[in-house]
């Protein structure tokens, strides 16, 4: 199958810094990526569509200013969460489409001390 | 839209017993429909997919689920499972656009 390669694993990051993670499609070219956020024990909230050559679609509620979703080539989004506070921390995870089925990366555990 | 139901939030079971996971959904158009699985701290990864065709479908890990209809559901079961397949299974639903809903989750925890 596709494989979705997302990096860093886990990041701790100041309070007021700012944190990009990068989704990569590995062997086959996504011109649709996702981006989910996951808080413990619960289920995964779309928060945006990346399009590439395109602005995300963002999901009502979810701040476009505060996460900022780049999809600059077919294989790779990033998100880049802005000026991170402790309500931040979650854990994200991107997918991408490959015909009827999306792939996911191993997600990224993000902590705002 | 679609929304999808998961009705048991935690799932306990013993070694080589059977389980069934339930999924019910709504949705107004035709739908797509996932089970995925998810071991801490990772990403998914797809059990088994309903896109068409016959309504009995099989996946991995020894894991299958039907596709009723009428009952909108998609029930997830496997005869006989294994203390590895402690982990938390998500029922997921697209429409055309290709956007998946997931349920709450079910959390299977295996006992020896």
């Known amino acids: 199958g596709a494989v979705v390669s997302q990096h860093p694993s886990w990041v701790i990051c100041k309070s007021g810094t700012s944190v990009k993670i990068e989704c990569r499609s590995l062997?086959?070219?996504?011109?649709?990526m996702f981006w989910y956020r996951q808080f413990p024990k619960q289920s995964l909230m779309l928060m945006a569509t990346?399009?590439?050559?395109?602005?995300?679609?963002?999901e009502q509620g979810v701040e476009k200013d505060k996460f900022l979703i780049n999809h600059a080539s077919l294989t790779l989004s990033t998100l880049t969460v802005t000026s991170a506070h402790p309500e931040d921390s979650s854990f994200y995870i991107c997918?991408?489409?490959?015909?009827?089925?999306?792939?996911f990366g191993q997600g990224t555990r993000l902590t705002v001390v | 839209a679609q929304s999808v139901t998961q009705l048991d939030s935690q799932v306990p079971v013993f070694e080589e017993a059977p389980v069934e996971l339930r999924c019910n959904y709504s949705?107004?158009?035709?739908?797509?429909l996932f089970w995925y699985v998810q071991y801490p701290n990772q990403g998914l990864q797809l059990l088994l997919k309903?896109?068409?065709?016959?309504?009995l479908v099989k996946g991995i890990n020894g894991f299958e689920a039907e596709f009723n209809k009428s009952q909108t559901s998609f029930h997830l079961r496997k005869p006989s499972v294994h203390i590895s397949d402690t982990a938390e299974y998500f029922c997921?639903?697209?429409?055309?656009?290709?956007?998946?809903?997931f349920g709450a989750g079910t959390t299977v925890t295996v006992r020896a």
């Open positions: 997918s991408a489409k490959w015909g009827r089925e999306a792939f």
């Open positions: 990346s399009n590439e050559g395109s602005k995300a679609t963002y």
């Open positions: 997921a639903v697209s429409d055309l656009a290709d956007k998946l809903s």
């Open positions: 309903y896109l068409s065709g016959s309504t």
């Open positions: 949705s107004s158009v035709s739908v797509y």
């Open positions: 062997d086959f070219q996504a011109t649709t």
